[in-house]
C-alpha cells in the first residue's frame, strides 16, 4: 500500500492557500443533498459539526454522552496556542511552526504543521466572536502565558478552564446548527463500527445506549472526532468514559493506525494515592510559568518541604535545561522526574512525586496575583489533597495524559479508506512524538472550524449521486457483527469486573510501555497482555442485559478494544529502535540520558494495517521529509 500524504506542491508558506484554490468545489445549491455523518461532539466534532452545517449540508452528529458539553474536551485547562504575538516578543507563524516540530523531536509532517500555525490566529478570532471570554490584560488586550518548550507568551486562556468556555462557544454553533435544521443531533448513541461500501465509507452502526438497539446510519462521508486512547492505561489524566471504540473499529475495517506507541505521559498531575484510585488529575502546566520544581538533594530526606532549605534543594529542571527551566517540555519534564525518584529523591509517601512550589512567585508578585492567574486549579487541589498550595508546595508525578498517535490522515484529514476523515485527537497528525502543551485545543479547532469543511467538499464532489443504502447487505452484515459482539459480552457470564481487566492492562502498559520502554519489557508485555485478553473474553461479567442502559456492557466493549490496541501500542513501540518524544527506549539514550532518535532508520510515520484476529499487523510507511525545519538533536539546555 503506496500511503500518498497529498502534500500540495509549493513552497511551504503558500501549500494551504495552494491547496483551497485548487480543491474541487460542491455548489452551494447541492450541499443539503449530501449527508454526513460527525462522531464525536468535543472541540474537534462539534466545530467540524457546526461549520459544515453552516455551509448548507446535511449533518448528524452522534455522541455517547447526554449532552454535547459533557465531551472530554471540556476537562482542558491551561490553553490554547496562537502565533498572534501580541506580547511583541519575537513570535510568528514560523515559530510556532518551528517550535511544534522541534517539540515533536522532528517526528510530525512539516506541511500540516504550517498549516496549523496559519490557522491558529484566525481560531482566537472565531472564538472571540463566539464570546469566549479569553483572560485580558489591564488594558483590556487579550493576555497570554507560556507553555512548555517555547520561549514566547503565545497561550490564551480563560483561567483554568480554557476547553469548558471553547467548548461552549462551540457547542452554542451546534446549537444555532440543531436549530436551523442542518445539524440532527443524536446522544446517547455510541458509535461501533464503521460501514465500508465498495472501498468507501459510507456509514456507522450505533447502539442507542438507554434501549439497547443496533442501528445503521448512511452518508455520503463519516468524521471521526472521537479523541483519544490514553485511557488503555487505565489511571489517566482523561475523562474516565475517554476511549479508543471508534477509531479502532474503524481500523479493522481498513483505517491505518499510526504511530500508536506515541503517547504523552504530562508531568504534573496529582500523584496516586491509593490502590482503589480509578483517575487521575492533571494540575495544569500552565503552573509551570510561576511554579518551581524541585525535590531534595539528599536520599531519603522525609523532612517536609518548609524544614529543607535553600541550599540542600534541587532545582533539576533550572539545572539541566537554564533556557527553558522549569517549561522544559512535557517528555523532557516527565522522564526528569522519573529520574530523581529512581535516584530515592521521590518525596510523599510513595516516593513517587516531586514538589512544585510557589513560595517565590507568591512573594515576588503577591497572593492576590497567582489566585487571580491560577485560582480554580489551587482549589482543585486543595480539594483532592486537602492541602493548601498557597502554604505548602504541591506534589506532582507524571500520568497518561494524551495520545499523539491515532487513525493515518492525509493532508486533507482523510484515512486511507476514501470517505472517513478523522479530526482531533483521533488522528496521529500534527504533534510527532511529542506534543506541546496548549496545542491540542488548537489543533482539534484547526481541523473542525478551519480544515475539514474546507477539505471535504474535495471528496464529496466526486460522490454525487452515489449514496449508499442503509438496508444493503455491507449495512446489515456490520449490524449483524456488533449484535454477535454485543452478545459474546453480555453471554460470557464469568467471574471478574470489566473494571478488574482495564486495571490490569493498565499496569502492564504503565509498566512496560509508559515512560520507559525495553525490547525485553515489550515482549514481556505482548505475553501478558494475549494471555490477560484471553481470559477476558471467556471469564467478563457483563451484569444486566443488552436491552437496557448498561454500563457495563459500555465499558466491556470499550476494554476489549484497549486490549487488542494495547497490543498493537507495544507491537509499535518494539520496532521503533530509537527514542523520540514520549516513545523512550532505555537502550536507545545519550550518555546523560536524553531521548537518542535514529533518522536514518525511523523518519517516517508508521502506519499499521489490521490483518485479522491472530495475525500480525503490517506496517505501510510514510517518509518524513523535512524541507524547511533542519533535523537537529533536540535541545533545551
Ligand atoms: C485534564 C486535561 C487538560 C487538558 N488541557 C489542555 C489545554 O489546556 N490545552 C490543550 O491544548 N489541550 C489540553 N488537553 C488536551 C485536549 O483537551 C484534548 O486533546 C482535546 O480536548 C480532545 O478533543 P477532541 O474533540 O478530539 O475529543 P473529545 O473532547 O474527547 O471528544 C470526543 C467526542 O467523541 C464522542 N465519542 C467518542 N467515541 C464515540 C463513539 N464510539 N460513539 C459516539 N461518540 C463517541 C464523545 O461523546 C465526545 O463527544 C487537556 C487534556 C486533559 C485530559
Known amino acids: 500500500m503506496q500511503l500518498d500524504s497529498k502534500i500540495p506542491p509549493g513552497p511551504l508558506a503558500d501549500k494551504w492557500a495552494y491547496a483551497k484554490s485548487h480543491y474541487k468545489l460542491v455548489n452551494p445549491a447541492n450541499k443539503r443533498k449530501y449527508d454526513i455523518i460527525v462522531v464525536g461532539a468535543g472541540l474537534a466534532g462539534a466545530s467540524a459539526a457546526a461549520s459544515l452545517g453552516e455551509l448548507g449540508y446535511n449533518v448528524k452528529c452522534f455522541v455517547y454522552h447526554d449532552s454535547p458539553r459533557r465531551a472530554h474536551s471540556i476537562a482542558a485547562q491551561g490553553g490554547i496556542n496562537a502565533a498572534k504575538n501580541y506580547r511583541n516578543d519575537g513570535d510568528s507563524v514560523y515559530r510556532l511552526f518551528y517550535d511544534t516540530i522541534k517539540g515533536g523531536d522532528y517526528r510530525a509532517r512539516e506541511a500540516n504543521v504550517h498549516r496549523l500555525a496559519e490557522l491558529s490566529v484566525n481560531i482566537i478570532d472565531q472564538a472571540v466572536a463566539q464570546g469566549v471570554p479569553f483572560a485580558r490584560e489591564y488594558g483590556g488586550a487579550l493576555e497570554n502565558r507560556s507553555f512548555g518548550g517555547v520561549q514566547v507568551s503565545r497561550t490564551f486562556y480563560a483561567r483554568g478552564q480554557t476547553g469548558q468556555q471553547l467548548l461552549l462557544g462551540a457547542f452554542q454553533a451546534l446549537e444555532r446548527?440543531?436549530?436551523?435544521?442542518?445539524?440532527?443531533?443524536?446522544?446517547?448513541?455510541?458509535?461501533l463500527d464503521l460501514v465500508v461500501v465498495d472501498g468507501h465509507a459510507k456509514g456507522i452502526i450505533?447502539?442507542?445506549?438507554?434501549?439497547?438497539?443496533?442501528?445503521?446510519?448512511?452518508a455520503d462521508a463519516v468524521v471521526l472526532g472521537t479523541?483519544?486512547?490514553?485511557?488503555?492505561?487505565?489511571?489517566s489524566t482523561n475523562a474516565k468514559a475517554s476511549n479508543a471504540t471508534s477509531i479502532w473499529r474503524a481500523h479493522k475495517r481498513g483505517a491505518l493506525f499510526a504511530n500508536p506507541c506515541y503517547t504523552q505521559i504530562h508531568p504534573t498531575c496529582i500523584p496516586q494515592s491509593g490502590d482503589y484510585q480509578s483517575k487521575l488529575t492533571l494540575m495544569s502546566e500552565s503552573l509551570r510559568n510561576d511554579g518551581r520544581i524541585w525535590v531534595p538533594k539528599t536520599q531519603g530526606d522525609t523532612r517536609g518541604p518548609k524544614q529543607i532549605p535553600?541550599?540542600?534543594?534541587?532545582?533539576?529542571?533550572?539545572r539541566k535545561y537554564p533556557s527553558f527551566g522549569n517549561l522544559a517540555p512535557r517528555d523532557i519534564a516527565s522522564r526528569a522526574a522519573k529520574e530523581v525518584c529512581d535516584e530515592g529523591r521521590g518525596?510523599?509517601?510513595s516516593g513517587r512525586g516531586v514538589y512544585l512550589d510557589f513560595a517565590d512567585a507568591i512573594k515576588r508578585l503577591g497572593r492576590k496575583t497567582i489566585e487571580e492567574r491560577y485560582g480554580n486549579l489551587f482549589d482543585m487541589y486543595h480539594d483532592i489533597t486537602a492541602e493548601d498550595p498557597y502554604e505548602m508546595p504541591m506534589r506532582i508525578y507524571p500520568a497518561p495524559h494524551y495520545s499523539m498517535g491515532g487513525l493515518w490522515v492525509d493532508y486533507n484529514l482523510m484515512s486511507n479508506v476514501p470517505g472517513l476523515y478523522v479530526i482531533g485527537e483521533a488522528n496521529f497528525s500534527d504533534h510527532g512524538a511529542n506534543r506541546l502543551g496548549a496545542s491540542a485545543l488548537m489543533q482539534g479547532l484547526a481541523d473542525g472550524y478551519f480544515v475539514l469543511p474546507v477539505t471535504i467538499g474535495d471528496y464529496l464532489a466526486t460522490q454525487f449521486g452515489k449514496k449508499a443504502d442503509a438496508k444493503s447487505s455491507a449495512f446489515s452484515d456490520a449490524e449483524n457483527d456488533v449484535r454477535r459482539r454485543v452478545s459474546r459480552l453480555v453471554d460470557a457470564k464469568g467471574t471478574r469486573s470489566v473494571d478488574s481487566y482495564h486495571k490490569e492492562l493498565g499496569g502492564i502498559m504503565w509498566e512496560y510501555c509508559g515512560m520507559a520502554r525495553s525490547a525485553e519489557g515489550l515482549k514481556k508485555a505482548l505475553g501478558m497482555i494475549r494471555e490477560s485478553r484471553e481470559q477476558y473474553w471467556r471469564d467478563v461479567r457483563v451484569t444486566g442485559t443488552g436491552e437496557e442502559p448498561n454500563q457495563a456492557l459500555e465499558k466491556a466493549g470499550r476494554v476489549a478494544d484497549f486490549f487488542e490496541l494495547a497490543e498493537l501500542m507495544c507491537i509499535d513501540a518494539l520496532h521503533r529502535e530509537e527514542s523520540a518524544g514520549g516513545h523512550f527506549r532505555v537502550e536507545y539514550q545519550t550518555p546523560d540520558g536524553e531521548a537518542q532518535r535514529n533518522d536514518e532508520q525511523f523518519l517516517y510515520v508508521g502506519g499499521w494495517e489490521y490483518k485479522g484476529e491472530g495475525n500480525e499487523p503490517v506496517l505501510h510507511k510514510e517518509?518524513?521529509?523535512y524541507e524547511e525545519a533542519k533535523l537537529a538533536t533536540r535541545s533545551y539546555k
Open 177 to 191: 446548527q440543531i436549530a436551523l435544521g442542518t445539524v440532527k443531533q443524536f446522544n446517547r448513541y455510541e458509535m
Open 206 to 218: 450505533t447502539r442507542n445506549l438507554l434501549n439497547g438497539k443496533i442501528e445503521a446510519h448512511a
Open 227 to 235: 479523541g483519544g486512547y490514553v485511557n488503555v492505561f487505565y489511571l
Open 310 to 318: 535553600e541550599a540542600e534543594r534541587d532545582y533539576y529542571l533550572e
Open 347 to 349: 518525596i510523599g509517601g
Open 623 to 625: 517518509p518524513l521529509v
